[in-house]
């Protein structure tokens, strides 16, 4: 799709600066953007630089005085880009509506108005898939699990029995629901695995990465609130539960029976151990280690994660710690000679 610059403003509602009559087809950051692409400059920090841009047009909260390219100034900047984004998308082979031939599905399976099989997909014995739903290829749904209405399954994802899925949920290729979890007891001198006979809640609108691991509850079930959206290579322990809206970067783990509330924030490569409550609105920082419960609005850091200001401080002080072991050598050895003086005089 190629439009207008006075197009494109109309579509996203933006006052235009400048010239409309060019055309974009694409968008793109503002040192790569070429003249038939739109560019996007979401803070001041990028304003220097889109007089160097070869961009056709900058999508951008305020006007820049003197800027050689037509502006698209808009109340947000980045719901903007979102819209340029799926204007310009890839056009892909539309999905067709129905069963494929090389699938397979089980008894008393149903399945929604307007919904697609992929090729090789396996749908066990009493699966409910809902209306515009989309399973890819190769993907394996297990038996009694109940997936809703316009969700996305990509390729090689397994869904194991008994798990339900909201509507508008999203899992990323060759992801895994409802695995056993990892839960042992040493029994006669042998780590004997409890069983897991809980499934796995995922509500509306979540959206897994590709190469995530969530697994079911020993009883209950391990729950994903609503609006949540998990980063690539995640693990999710057995019978947590998280909140809604709550952003989980990459390889995090979440170790078992953990609670986190709504609107948490887990960066990547953090770890939690089990049995830990997160309270509503936490930031953890990227490579921190949680090893006690965290009250709201928290935000913490390091291993063991503690408040992000003691560890910033932590930080600066072991910067010096160089320095000050210079100066510890240095005053030790004025100490050694003003004794040693002492005793010579003695």
């Given at each position: 799709?190629?439009?207008?610059?006075?197009?494109?403003?109309?579509?996203?509602?933006?006052?235009?600066?400048?010239?409309?009559?060019?055309?974009?087809?694409?968008?793109?950051?503002?040192?790569?953007?070429?003249?038939?692409?739109?560019?996007?400059?979401?803070?001041k920090?990028?304003?220097p630089?889109l007089?160097?841009?070869?961009?056709?047009?900058?999508?951008?909260?305020?006007q820049?005085?003197?800027?050689?390219?037509?502006?698209?100034?808009?109340?947000?900047?980045?719901?903007?880009?979102?819209?340029?984004?799926?204007l310009?998308?890839?056009?892909?082979?539309?999905?067709?509506?129905?069963?494929?031939p090389?699938?397979?599905?089980?008894?008393?399976?149903?399945?929604?108005?307007?919904?697609?099989?992929?090729?090789?997909?396996?749908?066990?014995?009493?699966?409910?898939?809902?209306?515009?739903?989309?399973?890819?290829?190769?993907?394996?749904?297990?038996?009694?699990?109940?997936?809703?209405?316009?969700?996305?399954?990509?390729?090689?994802?397994?869904?194991?029995?008994?798990?339900?899925?909201?509507?508008?949920?999203?899992?990323?290729?060759?992801?895994?629901?409802?695995?056993?979890?990892?839960?042992?007891?040493?029994?006669?001198?042998?780590?004997?695995?409890?069983?897991?006979?809980?499934?796995?809640?995922?509500?509306?609108?979540?959206?897994?990465?590709?190469?995530?691991?969530?697994?079911?509850?020993?009883?209950n079930?391990?729950?994903?609130?609503?609006?949540?959206?998990?980063?690539?290579?995640?693990?999710?322990?057995?019978?947590?539960?998280?909140?809604?809206?709550?952003?989980?970067?990459?390889?995090?783990?979440?170790?078992?029976?953990?609670?986190?509330?709504?609107?948490?924030?887990?960066?990547?490569?953090?770890?939690?151990?089990?049995?830990?409550?997160?309270?509503?609105?936490?930031?953890?920082?990227?490579?921190?280690?949680?090893?006690?419960?965290?009250?709201?609005?928290?935000?913490?850091?390091?291993?063991?994660?503690?408040?992000?200001?003691?560890?910033?401080?932590?930080?600066?002080?072991?910067?010096r710690?160089?320095?000050?072991?210079?100066?510890?050598?240095?005053?030790?050895?004025?100490?050694?000679?003003?004794?040693?003086?002492?005793?010579?005089?003695?």
């Amino acid at each position: 799709m190629e439009l207008t610059i006075s197009q494109l403003a109309e579509k996203l509602g933006a006052k235009l600066a400048g010239s409309g009559s060019g055309k974009v087809g694409a968008a793109n950051s503002v040192a790569l953007a070429q003249s038939n692409e739109v560019t996007f400059a979401g803070s001041k920090k990028f304003f220097p630089l889109l007089r160097q841009s070869k961009a056709g047009a900058v999508i951008i909260g305020q006007q820049v005085e003197n800027l050689r390219m037509p502006q698209l100034i808009v109340g947000n900047v980045d719901a903007a880009l979102i819209n340029v984004l799926n204007l310009f998308a890839p056009k892909l082979k539309d999905v067709p509506e129905g069963i494929d031939p090389t699938a397979k599905t089980g008894q008393d399976v149903k399945i929604g108005k307007g919904a697609y099989i992929g090729p090789k997909a396996v749908i066990d014995d009493g699966v409910e898939i809902g209306k515009d739903t989309i399973v890819h290829s190769g993907s394996k749904i297990g038996q009694n699990t109940k997936i809703g209405e316009s969700c996305q399954i990509h390729s090689n994802v397994v869904i194991y029995h008994n798990c339900q899925l909201g509507n508008n949920v999203i899992i990323q290729a060759n992801s895994t629901i409802g695995s056993v979890g990892y839960g042992y007891a040493l029994i006669d001198g042998k780590h004997t695995l409890i069983p897991h006979n809980g499934g796995v809640v995922i509500e509306d609108c979540v959206e897994i990465g590709a190469n995530c691991c969530v697994d079911r509850a020993k009883f209950n079930n391990t729950v994903i609130g609503a609006g949540t959206k998990i980063d690539n290579l995640v693990q999710i322990g057995h019978n947590t539960v998280i909140g809604k809206c709550c952003l989980i970067v990459g390889q995090t783990g979440i170790a078992g029976s953990c609670k986190l509330g709504d609107g948490v924030v887990l960066s990547g490569q953090v770890g939690v151990i089990d049995n830990i409550d997160i309270g509503d609105g936490a930031m953890i920082a990227a490579k921190s280690t949680v090893f006690k419960s965290l009250e709201a609005g928290g935000k913490v850091m390091g291993t063991p994660a503690i408040d992000s200001r003691l560890e910033l401080r932590a930080i600066a002080f072991r910067k010096r710690l160089p320095e000050l072991s210079k100066q510890l050598r240095d005053l030790t050895s004025r100490i050694e000679r003003l004794e040693s003086s002492k005793d010579n005089k003695s």
